[in-house]
């Protein structure tokens, strides 16, 4: 039976219109990962205002006519608002938050705009600890994720580096020369200050890290004779050594199934590595599309890509799929780590004598300075 | 006569080491010190220390082990002075983003090993540096094997390994803070610190 052309033709265009509406969608998803959100913050004042300005522009959204989103509100007592997409009459949801202080209540209520927005998990009540070097020595600090309220946790006047978190952030591990001619590495409790030596072997101690489940440490120790990686239990027992070769290890990091651990080898040139925790043999990273070292690697929480740094000296913040391929390279800087939300990224970058920490949005590359203190900062770890 | 007590003491106490046992054996005779010339059969003198040519500790793949015990594990410890001017111009200098001895260095560390050699009371801490053209934590790593490099140097020209102390600095402790290669290759280095005991 000969269908009539007339609807033919509508069948065709209702087609067409139907296509070109999930098209759209499609392109909209996408501008909307990759490219920064437009809004605008109206009626918050002083530390509210500047607080969500802050942490909104961290997870890529910057304050843009015309917005895609409002966010408006007070703050006079405690913090309450709205977010409304544009165009729209009832707001997505509209909350009052009390407790804490007025800074804590606009990063609650950050954290549920970016929760609605980008549909990751809340990091604007998270803490870092770092290092940050004063003359010839160097010290660490804890503060929150954007570099406020600071603390200052040495006072050795000796050389530390590398901060990394115990777990629930009950502490730190941390690698210092307070010994006279030694590098050893650390425990440092943070509610009450108490300290004890976590691993002093002869030789190197360094570059501890805490698995994900807590239940293990990965370090570097030199004892074998050349710098190799060594997994222990948390309480410092059980040590067994992982690699056995000449050529040096650093950097390690863990998996999020806390089974693997993924390290720096220097053979030939700096490469990209990873092994069973239970030991055997290490495989390569296949990394392609950046050349020269790649080092400082820091893996995802969510287990799905491995952040590294690539360059020496002018170092590049990279990510690659966990199981190997085509890296990105995102912006200038080095040594990065994850925040708990597996999309920010904290890193440090070498600016005019002096290093500083910024914080990396990765799909939209979007760069925020985090609050300096005094001083060479670097070394960041995120309490996860 | 003598050349033979002495010979069957190298015996036994070469056995008594391979077998790991480290009390001080009961049936040898004292072996008194040696003067003149050193001899192929000799070495330690009285202390119960290891021959030169018998290193305690086996060589592994990855290097020799390190450990401090007996009596440099005591100075390392304890009260000693440490000389940064005896083998200044003895410093070991590295290329970039390497820790192997190059053969220019080489009669520094041959230097430093005639030294020790004549020398029965000091000891020798190695540091190990870069430049900045790093990550931290990665010249941590590198800087201790530069360091380990010379100490597998001396140890191969008979110098007791448990004599030398390694540390490493990375980046922090820079010769000089310049931003090219002239300052970079002063700062990737090897400096060596005559450790003495007190007098």
Redesign the interface.
């Known amino acids: 039976m000969k269908i009539p052309f007339k609807i033919v033709l509508a069948g065709i265009l209702l087609a067409a219109l139907s296509f070109q509406t999930r098209a759209q969608d499609v392109i909209q998803i996408t501008k909307q990962t990759t490219h920064l959100i437009p809004i605008s913050i109206t009626g918050f004042t002083g530390e509210a205002e500047s607080v969500l300005e802050f942490d909104l522009s961290v997870l890529g959204m910057e304050i843009k006519e015309p917005a895609d989103y409002i966010i408006s509100g007070k703050d006079d007592g405690r913090v309450e608002g709205s977010l409304t997409r544009a165009g729209m009459n009832q707001p997505i949801f509209l909350r009052a938050y009390a407790g804490g202080n007025t800074r804590s209540q606009a990063h609650a209520f950050a954290n549920d705009i970016v929760k609605e927005l980008r549909q990751t998990p809340p990091i604007f009540q998270t803490k870092i600890a770092f290092r940050v070097g004063r003359g010839g020595s160097s010290e660490i600090c804890v503060s929150d994720y954007d570099g406020y309220n600071p603390v200052v946790l040495t006072h050795d006047n000796a050389l530390v580096e590398a901060p990394s978190w115990l777990p629930g952030g009950r502490g730190l591990l941390y690698t210092s020369w307070m010994n006279r001619n030694t590098v050893q590495i650390y425990e440092h409790n943070l509610a009450t200050g108490a300290r004890k030596v976590f691993a002093g072997y002869p030789g190197l101690n360094c570059s501890a890290e805490v698995s994900p489940d807590g239940q293990k440490v990965a370090m570097i120790l030199s004892k074998s004779g050349s710098p190799n990686l060594y997994v222990c239990d948390l309480d410092g027992s059980h040590l067994k050594q992982l690699t056995h070769t000449r050529d040096e290890d650093s950097c390690p990091c863990w998996s999020s199934d806390s089974r693997e651990i993924c390290f720096v080898c220097r053979s030939g040139r700096a490469v990209l590595q990873k092994i069973s925790v239970n030991g055997g043999q290490a495989v390569p990273v296949h990394v392609s599309g950046v050349y020269g070292n790649l080092t400082a690697p820091d893996w995802s929480p969510d287990g799905s890509k491995i952040a590294f740094t690539s360059g020496s000296g002018n170092f590049w913040i990279c990510v690659v799929p966990a199981g190997g391929g085509e890296a990105e390279k995102l912006v200038a800087g080095e040594d990065p780590c994850w925040a708990p939300n597996s999309r920010t990224l904290i890193f440090t970058q070498r600016r005019n004598e002096k290093r500083v920490l910024c914080l990396l949005d990765a799909p939209t590359k979007h760069v925020k300075d985090v609050r300096q203190i005094s001083g060479s900062c670097s070394e960041p770890s995120w309490a996860r | 006569m003598k050349n033979l007590s002495l010979f069957s003491v190298f015996i036994v106490s070469t056995a008594l080491l391979a077998s790991g046992c480290h009390r001080k054996p009961t049936s040898l005779t004292p072996i008194p010190p040696v003067e003149g010339p050193s001899s192929q059969t000799t070495g330690g003198v009285g202390s119960g220390a290891p021959l030169p040519s018998e290193p305690v500790v086996t060589?592994?793949?990855?290097?020799?082990?390190?450990?401090?015990a007996g009596k440099w594990g005591d100075l390392?410890n304890g009260v000693h002075n440490e000389d940064r001017d005896k083998f200044k111009a003895d410093t070991v200098y590295f290329d970039?983003?390497k820790?192997a001895i190059k053969p220019s260095e080489e009669g520094k560390l041959q230097d430093v090993a005639a030294y020790f050699k004549g020398n029965t009371t000091d000891a020798l801490?190695v540091e190990g540096h870069c430049d900045?053209?790093?990550?931290?934590?990665?010249n941590?790593?590198?800087g201790?094997?530069r360091a380990?490099a010379v100490r597998?140097y001396l140890a191969n020209l008979q110098m007791d390994p448990q004599r030398i102390?390694?540390?490493?600095?990375?980046f922090?402790?820079p010769v000089d803070?310049g931003h090219n290669e002239a300052a970079w290759k002063k700062n990737r280095r090897g400096e060596l610190v005559l450790v003495t005991p007190p007098k």
Do not use: C, H, Q, V
């Not at chain 2, 060589?59 to 401090?68: D, K, L, N, V």
């Not at chain 2, 900045?132 to 990665?138: I, N, V």
């Not at chain 2, 102390?165 to 990375?170: A, L």
């Open positions: 060589a592994t793949p990855e290097g020799i082990p390190i450990s401090y390392f970039f983003d820790s801490i900045e053209r790093g990550t931290e934590k990665y941590l790593s590198l201790e094997r380990l597998e102390k390694t540390i490493s600095y990375g922090s402790r803070p």
